[in-house]
């Protein structure tokens, strides 16, 4: 049986720390730099990266975040209801939602321009049936919901602000999510620039991302080695310049977990040169064999989450003899900004 004391990646952190705003500009956010081979850590900035990878393959999540975020009342009381737009939508509108508060099977949630029906009641996400439909709920999120930032972030920004705080330059892909692949909120179409002039070339996967990134850890995902599932994609040219930039000595970089989440979910795949989709539960925690990649780049997460685990999975895999405990406590030193808007690691 799998074993995994989440205590172990339990950390205090002045709540100071928690970045509200993203870094201006994107990429003059902080960078840890934890080199696992001598054992050394630095700190530089995001910005420095086209010298601290060059030559590499840069690997990031091309999903794009859609405010899925709506406020609304049942039996007369405030709720917010998280739309789990990354599970897709039925054409009748039935969809998968989050809510602050009990809701009963069969009752009503009223929202902008309708109403949610209760189908299913589950401990951590419930089945709703938006009453105009797929096409009309697309609307409804468009004009009236809100940007899906973590609750530990106070933002006094407007809803315009938001939309474009929370989501990142790599965001071209029509396969939606309920929260950003925070890595890549760092990077800026100079950093890009910067980034290509130092040979270091690029290439996107997706990963919708949803419950099985952000929810918390519950003993049932340690005994199943699973997370809730998350749909994936990797086209046919991505698993192509892989290969070649691997078969060309060249380092593929993951930006942030989602990345390393879907590369590893179509490793097999990959070792053909042939794209692929489908949904992936991986958990990843340590005793770990990673087949990809070989540089991660990430933010710091909150205490107890899959990320942590994941990330000292392949601090492990690279042979560091640190926890990541003990490099957030180096960053907590520095004063580095942690969570969805805050500074990030590079770990190689």
Do not use: W
Not at 275 to 304: A, S
Not at 308 to 337: D, P, S, W
């Amino acid at each position: 049986m799998a074993t995994l004391d989440l205590s172990d990646y339990d950390y205090t952190l002045p709540p100071e720390l928690i970045a509200h705003t993203p870094a201006q500009p994107r990429e003059s956010a902080r960078l840890l730099v934890y080199d696992t081979s001598g054992d050394r850590v630095d700190f530089c900035a995001v910005a420095d990266l086209p010298s601290l990878i060059p030559r590499t393959l840069l690997v990031h999540n091309d999903t794009t975040v859609v405010p899925a975020r709506l406020k609304g009342t049942v039996r007369g009381l405030p709720i917010e209801v998280l739309v789990l737009v990354d599970q897709g939508v039925a054409d009748d509108g039935t969809v998968r939602v989050l809510v602050n508060r009990g809701v009963k099977r069969g009752e009503e949630i009223s929202v902008p321009r309708g109403l949610f029906v209760v189908l299913e009641n589950h401990e951590r996400s419930m089945k709703v049936r938006y009453d105009g439909g797929a096409a009309a709920l697309a609307m409804l999120l468009d004009t009236h919901g809100e940007t899906p930032l973590p609750p530990y972030i106070d933002s006094s920004s407007s809803e315009a602000v938001r939309r474009t705080q929370y989501q990142t330059v790599f965001a071209t892909s029509a396969a939606t999510s309920a929260a950003a692949p925070t890595a890549s909120l760092h990077f800026t179409p100079a950093l890009l620039n910067a980034l290509e002039a130092a040979d270091i070339t690029r290439t996107a996967i997706t990963l919708q991302v949803g419950l099985g990134t952000f929810a918390p850890v519950h003993a049932d995902n340690v005994e199943r080695k699973a997370l809730h599932e998350e749909h994936y994609f990797v086209s046919r040219n991505t698993a192509s310049v892989i290969a070649a930039s691997r078969a060309a000595g060249r380092s593929v970089v993951g930006v942030g977990t989602t990345v390393v989440r879907t590369l590893e979910s179509a490793k097999a795949a990959l070792a053909q040169g042939e794209g692929t989709y489908g949904t992936t539960d991986l958990f990843i925690f340590p005793p770990y064999q990673f087949t990809y990649p070989d540089i991660l780049m990430t933010n710091f997460h909150v205490p107890k989450s899959s990320l942590m685990c994941l990330v000292q999975a392949f601090i492990n895999h690279k042979g560091g003899a640190r926890h990541i405990t003990e490099l957030y406590q180096a960053a907590i030193v520095e004063r580095m900004r942690f969570f969805s808007f805050g500074d990030a690691m590079l770990i190689r």
